[in-house]
């Protein structure tokens, strides 16, 4: 069964901003899947759906299962029940998240204690193994959120989230405020714990590069909509997607020494999800848009190779050469 199963996801926050609107997203055990997009395309909002932690009053609809099981019709207990056993998400900025006046030991065990029973010298010990899997001394138990650097408040975050063997693991750019050096190091460490552990990762980032390099498969968001998805490398290198071709080429593409001296940025801004424009949300920032764009909106369609893309000029694959058969 598939881990995770998204389908036909649509969020709206209360004043009518239609944050995501339909999107499908598959995932299996073990396997890694990158959501990239410029700010405020929708990512974070897709990750709080997935543990349904949107504010009150936001419109949800569709289906989100989680081992086969929607999450958007569970009852609360179940919720808070797979938020910790089932799924655990590692969000950007861990100060905010972290409680500045408890102990980062006290804050790891305490879920060990709550939802798994365990004893005080039980979730003691644990607490040592996950700050040690997360690349920390165990002695680390006992230092205070402000005594540690970034990279390590982050550690201690993916070691919280570890803390009751999530089979789901959502990391919303869990680097972005990181130094390029401790970015590449935590990186390393989700991967290593993904692999190791068979869990399933959504990654988000704005920096597909980093997806590319991180994930198997990426999916591009655009004003709430998954726009391109396929395998990762292939969609980093070779985009089908207009704003996929522009997302790409301002991020180095490894081993290119060239695409570092041509970043082609994309003019203009996304649009406002309260007032998004007719046809095709990109048209108004696209260099290929035909007349039809304006006019008629454009959806995912299969591009063969296990990857789709939602725009007029990606070339309907001919029968039989492996189409409607994406890969997972
Ligand atoms: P991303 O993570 O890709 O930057 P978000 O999911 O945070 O995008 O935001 C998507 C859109 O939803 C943005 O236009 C943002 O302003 C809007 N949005 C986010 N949170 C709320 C909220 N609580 N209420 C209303 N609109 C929101
Ligand atoms: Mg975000």
């Known amino acids: 069964m598939t881990l995770l199963e998204v389908r036909d996801l649509h969020v709206t926050y209360p004043g009518g901003v239609a944050a995501v609107r339909g999107v499908d997203l598959s995932l299996a055990a073990g396997r890694k899947v990158g959501v990239a997009g410029e700010s405020g395309s929708g990512k974070s909002t897709l990750a709080l759906a997935l543990l349904r932690l949107l504010p009150p009053g936001t419109r949800v609809s569709g289906e989100i299962l989680l081992n086969g099981e ?5 009852r609360w207990g179940r919720v808070r029940a797979v938020r910790w056993a089932g799924a655990s998400i590692v969000f950007q900025g861990a100060m905010h998240s972290l409680n500045p006046v408890h102990r980062v030991g006290d804050q790891i065990a305490e879920p060990v204690l709550l939802h798994q029973g365990a004893t005080a010298a039980r979730a003691r010990l644990r607490t040592g193994e996950l700050l040690e899997q997360a690349g920390l001394p165990a002695a680390l138990a006992s230092a205070y959120p402000h005594e540690l650097s970034g990279g390590q408040r982050q550690r201690v975050m993916i070691a919280m989230a570890l803390a009751c063997d999530p089979r789901l693991i959502i990391a919303d750019e869990p680097t972005t405020a990181l130094d390029v050096m401790i970015q590449a190091q935590i990186l390393g460490l989700i991967q290593h714990l993904v692999t190791d552990q068979e869990v399933g990762l959504v990654m988000i980032s704005h920096d597909l590069a980093i997806l590319a390099d991180t994930c198997d498969r990426l999916v591009i968001m655009y004003a709430g909509r998954v726009i391109e998805e396929g395998p990762a490398r292939e969609v980093h290198e070779n985009a089908l997607h207009p704003y996929g071709k522009a997302l ?77 058969r994406a890969a997972s």
Do not use: K, N, Y
């Open 70 to 74: 929607d999450v958007l019709t569970m």
């Open 248 to 324: 790409s080429a301002s991020f180095p593409h490894i081993g290119d020494p060239a695409s570092r001296f041509a970043p082609r940025g994309l003019a203009g801004d996304p649009p406002d999800p309260a007032d998004l424009p007719a046809g095709c949300a990109f048209q108004p920032r696209c260099g290929e848009a035909l007349d039809v764009c304006a006019r008629e909106d454009q959806f995912l369609r299969e591009a063969g190779q296990g990857r789709r893309a939602a725009c007029v000029h990606v070339p309907v694959p001919a029968e039989g050469s492996g189409a409607g």
